[in-house]
Each structure stands twice: as structure tokens, then as C-alpha cells.
């Protein structure tokens, strides 16, 4: 019974690469969310998928951040040009499925600490 | 202004001994509040989650209370062990969009011996 995975589990990168992020989740869930976690900071939603589609990607912080899922299982995070202030740990988490008002346990990875030099 | 905030930000107590940790929020129309405990280096793992008809839920030596009309919840640490070290964040979300987890930043928890 694997959990979810993530990997790299560290990237180091210089401003103004572009780096990917990639997320396995839970076989059978779907639902997958990606979060974000800066030094000293609570995590912050960025991004939501129902299957293969994104209903809700209000937290991405700017237009550099994209995301996509692929035969509902992997997900993977891009990142355009990075920043320093991209440094933070990225974590991923699935869920079996998403229904208004039923707080389905979210099952987290554990993360990719990316550093932006 | 932060919607979920915990208090307190660190806290050091001996093996053995019991602490409380506090949660606030203003987040609305409240949908469940749960408590996570994320160990250095992991992602967060999920300790309980209570709905707004709930008003205490236990996991172990974990207790977490909830007062859906002051908008506090509390997590209680029974007999604490060194394994108890780790961050306890307190998420909050909304009944309109209850996958979108709201984190409060967390209090750090060292259990020395």
C-alpha cells in the first residue's frame, strides 16, 4: 500500500531555470492537490484536480506556476523561470474523491524542497 | 489578516507530562476543522476532523474539542512522549469549497526527556 510520492525529494536550481515537479498519487484517488510551504509559513493551496481537470487554481501565484495530471494518476508541477522567492516546499496530496460539505482525509506526500540560488 | 491562528507558536514540556494547544479562526461558512501533525522533513499526517455538529474527537492520547460559536478548537496531548516532538497545525475550510484546506501556521511541540 503505497502512499503518495514525490520526487525530487530535493532540486536545487538557478534563477530563471525552469524546473518540474512531479507527484504520484494514491492509486485509485481522484483527487490531488498541490500545496505550497515557505520557511516560516503555513502551507497555501494552489491547486486543484477532480480527475485530469483543474476547477480551482486560484492559488497559483503567478502565470510562471502551471500544472498538469495525466490518466487521472500523475501530476506534475512547472515552475517557468524561477525565482528566488520560489524556494519553499512543494507537497502534494490525494484524496478518493471531492463532495460539498464531506471533509475527505487528504493524504499528503512528502514534499519537494526546492531551492532557487 | 490570517484566518486560522494557533497559539502557541513553540512549546517545550518533559516526557510524560500533558499540554493543550489552542486554535483559532474566522473562516466562514465553516465546513470541518482538522488537526495535522507533520513531523521535520514529512508531509502532514491527519490526527482528527470534526464537523460542526461535533464538538470533541480522540485519537489516541490525542483529544481535540470544538466550539463552533467561538470559533476555537483545541488539541490535547495526553501523557506527551519523545515521539510527540513534531508541528501540530490546526486547517480550517469552507463549506463552499471543502477540498481547499486553510492552514494555521502551526505550533512546534519538543518533548524533551
Known amino acids: 500500500g503505497a502512499g503518495v510520492s514525490q520526487s525530487p525529494s530535493n532540486k536545487v536550481t538557478e534563477k530563471g531555470k525552469d524546473v518540474e515537479l512531479r507527484c504520484d498519487p494514491i492509486s485509485g484517488h481522484t483527487a490531488l492537490y498541490w500545496y505550497r510551504q515557505s520557511l516560516g509559513q503555513g502551507l497555501e493551496f494552489l491547486i486543484y484536480?477532480?480527475?485530469?481537470?483543474?476547477?480551482?487554481k486560484s492559488g497559483l501565484p503567478s502565470d510562471r506556476f502551471s500544472a498538469e495530471r495525466t490518466g487521472g494518476s500523475v501530476s506534475t508541477l512547472t515552475i517557468q523561470r524561477t525565482q528566488q522567492e520560489d524556494s519553499a516546499v512543494y507537497l502534494c496530496?490525494?484524496?478518493?474523491?471531492?463532495?460539498?460539505?464531506?471533509?475527505?482525509?487528504?493524504?499528503f506526500g512528502p514534499g519537494t524542497r526546492l531551492t532557487v540560488t | 489578516k490570517n484566518q486560522v491562528e494557533q497559539s502557541p507558536q513553540s512549546l517545550i514540556i518533559l516526557e510524560g507530562k500533558n499540554c493543550t494547544l489552542q486554535c483559532n479562526y474566522t473562516v466562514s461558512p465553516f465546513s470541518n476543522l482538522r488537526w495535522y501533525k507533520q513531523d521535520t522533513g514529512r508531509g502532514p499526517v491527519s490526527l482528527t476532523i470534526?464537523?460542526?455538529?461535533?464538538n470533541t474527537k480522540s485519537n489516541g492520547r490525542y483529544t481535540a474539542t470544538l466550539d463552533a460559536d467561538t470559533k476555537q478548537s483545541s488539541l490535547h496531548i495526553t501523557a506527551s512522549q519523545l515521539s510527540d516532538s513534531a508541528s501540530y497545525i490546526c486547517v480550517v475550510s469552507r463549506m463552499d469549497s471543502s477540498y481547499k484546506l486553510i492552514f494555521g501556521s502551526g505550533t512546534r511541540l519538543l518533548v524533551r526527556p
Open positions: 470534526m464537523t460542526f455538529s461535533e
Open positions: 496530496a490525494s484524496s478518493p474523491s471531492v463532495k460539498r460539505g464531506v471533509p475527505y482525509e487528504q493524504y
Open positions: 484536480f477532480q480527475g485530469n481537470s483543474a476547477p480551482d
